[in-house]
């Protein structure tokens, strides 16, 4: 047994934050507990070993959802980072905050200090931006953020363009002022290197002497005095430990672990819970509910002239890539595919942007299922594609445990296009995307759409094709949401379990709704809130 003032669980991308500010004074003995290891593989460093990670049990949950009718019945992956860094040391690297009014509109439900005049100090705070320091951008914290321009695919303003041509204004910063517009990415990445909170936190405070990080520690249950956390329990190496929280346990195990293992300890709904066998500590049916993602659909284009795919496809370009990694940190291999995109209103009476467009200027039709994510095989002709995503569905799912045993996973519920809103989406998202498919300068390098392919047309026809083909972006969150009612919320506004105490929350599973965007900074902004929370209580 083992004794800390805080034991946090999940060393992700708000596990890593959290234990590198709560250890920060050095006044406080932090533990912090993996289920993963190391992140030190190169497949983790070089920007396109995103393509490799994808599926490599070594890295990943590797997650299947339940089948979901929605989706003709297909059970859709779902990749977890398991691995120092979490799902931020295997992502695509994508910098996007969101929406100002995403935030506003968590506090509107009822959660004090999370407006985005509240949330901004925090994303500033986790901030080392390559541009302008500014009232939007931080400079000197341990996130690297940069911009693109110079180095991304010559197509991306082609892209922009036919955007341009179509009314979404150029953007040049998704992160400033307007989050409106077609843009290039801001992207996690610095001297060619992926940028994650384990080599941006965690790695910088490992030699403190008041942090323990435990790797291949797999937490199977909160430990209780009464209605309050007092410790974890964990499994590692094949023996099961113990470490008490003189103060907090912060369960830190992102959007699909941290519900399972309140369960697995007794907080959740008491009708799920008796069957199991498992003593209720606390009842609070919101627990693994309220889930929610982005659902997006790609749609493939012939190109008249070279994409990606002709750098990163023939053997002489991909010597080539090589080199120019090895020597200069440069190329396509020391980028994301995720190059550019745009965050646009499909109607002119909407008061804010409802889609969120990408385009990666290359394709992988082939070995998008296989074991790799096909990044590093692109197809063998020139092509891109673009692929569309409603910025804020409102479907919601559930992650419900289907046993007391830890080690096995949770049941997954989708419920994609559970509403009319998120249906309407789907048709108006296919209906921008041609529209800018078929604008100028775009349409003039478009020798054809391959997939879907023009026979795929009509609302009826886009629907059942985003049905049969459309897959996660991988941003699960709301969980274990924050709200101030216990009946529908598991945290309230200071991530404070509703109803148990010295036990916190804080990771992409405490989100009220999802953002507009991708969630990963979202997640460092909540983690560097969480941690201020922390020691001001
Ligand atoms: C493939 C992929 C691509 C993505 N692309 C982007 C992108 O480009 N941009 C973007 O903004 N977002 C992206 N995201 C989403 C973003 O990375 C996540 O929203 C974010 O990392 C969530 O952080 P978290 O701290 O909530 O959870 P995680 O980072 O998943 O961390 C949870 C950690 O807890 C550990 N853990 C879980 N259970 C236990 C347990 N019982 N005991 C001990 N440890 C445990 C896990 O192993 C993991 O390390 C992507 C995600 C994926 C998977």
New binding site residues.
Partial sequence: MSEHDFVI???????CVLAARLSESGRHSVLL????GSDRSPWLQVPIG?GRT?RDPRFN?MYETEPDPALGGRAAFC??????????????????RGQRADFDDWAAAGNPGWSYREVLPYFRKSEDYDGMESAYHGRGGPMHVRNIDADAHPLCQAFIASCESQGVPHNADFNGAEGEGAGLWQLTIRHGLRVSTGSAYLRPARGRPNLQVLTR????RVLFEGSAAAGVC?RRGGVLATATARREVIV???????P??LQLSGIGDAALLGPLGIPVVRSLPAVGLGLQDHLAVSYYYRSRVPTLNDELRPLAGKLRAVLRYAFGRRGPLAL?V?QAGAFLRSRPTLGRANLHVYFNPLSYTEGAAGRRRGMTRPDPYPAFLMSFNSCRPTSRGSVTIRSPD?SVAPAIRTHYLSTPEDIADVYEGARVLRRIAGALPLAAVIESEFIPGPAVSGDKGVLADFRARAAS?????CTCRMGPDPKTAVVDARLRVHGVGRLRIA???VFPQLTS???????VMV?EKAADLIMAD
């Fill in positions: 669980v999940g060393a992700g991308t708000a596990g507990l993996e289920a993963g995103y994808f949950w990749p977890r980072g398991k691995v120092l860094g979490g799902s931020g040391a295997i992502n695509a690297m994508v910098y996007v520690a797999h937490a199977t964990y830190a195990a992102g959007a699909i672990n941290s399972q293992l994301s995720n830890p972006v991988y941003h699960a969150s990771d992409a599973s965007g991708n969630t990963n900074a979202t997640t983690a």
